[in-house]
């Protein structure tokens, strides 16, 4: 009797087994790929301690350990799958919870004038390094990844629109860099600038808002100059944020349609519901008073996501690809920071 209830036992797990193990055998394949892309993120949130680069935001920096990890090391196959799932997956789940930082409250604050010269200038700047990109002769993807990074949220808005440009990680890196190398100028050089240029504190707040790549360099530049030119700069920043969805959107129903009028309908690329995922996310920090606390452990899980898809992404990055993109995409890097600066501030001075 106990040998068959022990046989029975014995059969009734093996089988729970056998049934259990194909459905995790995929989830367990991802663990190790998501563990070091984790383990750098903590690296470079732990780095942002070092004054030197406290300016720098933990995922710029978490790229930079990648690319590093991954040409000086090396990253074993093992670890591809969950790399793949922290670039694709974790990625988009964390740009739906980016929405946590925004009201329409806050873009309200901004004003319609703000609003315009903003939306104005994103639209503007798009347009001018698409334009400038292939007079330079540089790649379509590449182009578009720059023109979104410089445009709108730097390496943020970068991975957002690369769901629908699906451009190589090393085009991914390289305008990231871009967005980074130049924003970072724009952090240390506006500063320097309000008197020269006859700018109170709420235009240059608007100046940096709607023209500066990262969040956090605009809020490093414009509390530089005062307290409400950092709240100005920041708000008008968090309204650039917005609009990522929008564009995001716009860039897949023209690639959509772009490929069906060349019948290739199998390639045709998903629509980003991510996109809308955010966009409903704002709409609920608007009308919910959400509890402060857990507002911003959401935002903060928000960017430690991001930190981790970088780190996966510098993961699969190839220097030596790099250096073959040549200098061509750094010079549209330049021209359309010089743009974005140049017309937001000739926009602000002719609207007072």
């Not at 578009?144 to 890196?173: F, K, M, P, Q």
């Not at 504190?201 to 005062?226: D, P, R």
Request: net charge positive.
């Amino acid at each position: 009797m106990t040998m068959t209830t022990d046989s029975s036992n014995f059969s009734a797990k093996s089988s729970l087994r056998d049934t259990l193990l194909p459905h995790l055998r995929p989830a367990l394949t991802i663990v190790p790929g998501i563990a070091l892309a984790t383990i750098i993120a903590f690296g470079a949130n732990l780095m942002r301690g070092i004054p030197q680069i406290a300016t720098f935001s933990p995922m710029i920096l978490a790229i930079a350990i990648g690319i590093a990890v991954r040409n000086l090391v090396g990253t074993p196959s093992s670890v591809r799958p969950g790399i793949a799932f922290s670039m694709r997956r974790l990625l988009r789940f964390a740009i739906v919870l980016l929405g946590f930082q925004i009201t329409l409250t806050q873009l309200a604050a901004v004003g319609a004038k703000g609003l315009f010269i903003v939306a104005g200038t994103l639209v503007a700047t798009f347009v001018f390094t698409l334009a400038a990109g292939r007079a330079l002769g540089v790649e379509r993807k590449l182009i578009e990844l720059i023109a979104a990074g410089t445009s709108i949220c730097g390496a943020s808005a970068v991975v957002a629109t690369n769901s629908v440009t699906e451009a190589s990680d090393e085009d991914v890196a390289y305008a990231i860099a871009c967005v980074t190398i130049f924003g970072s100028i724009a952090m240390f050089v506006y500063p320097l600038l309000p008197r020269l240029l006859h700018l109170d504190s709420h235009a240059y707040g608007l100046w940096s808002g709607a023209s500066i790549h990262e969040i956090a360099q605009v809020a490093a530049a414009s509390f530089q100059n005062s307290q409400r030119a950092g709240e100005n700069g920041t708000v008008s920043k968090l309204a650039r944020v917005l609009l990522l969805a929008p564009v995001v959107l716009t860039l897949s129903l023209v690639t959509r349609f772009t490929v069906q009028r060349t019948r290739e309908q199998s390639a045709r690329p998903p629509l980003p519901w991510f996109a809308l995922g955010f966009v409903a996310v704002v709409a609920v920090n608007s009308v919910i008073t959400i509890p402060g606390g857990a507002k911003s452990a959401m935002i903060s899980l928000a960017t430690f996501l991001l930190t981790i898809a970088l780190a996966a992404m510098g993961l699969e990055t190839d220097v030596s690809k790099l250096y073959a993109a040549g200098l061509r995409p750094a010079i549209l890097g330049a021209l359309a920071f010089l743009f974005i600066a140049s017309f937001s501030l000739v926009v602000i001075k002719l609207m007072g």
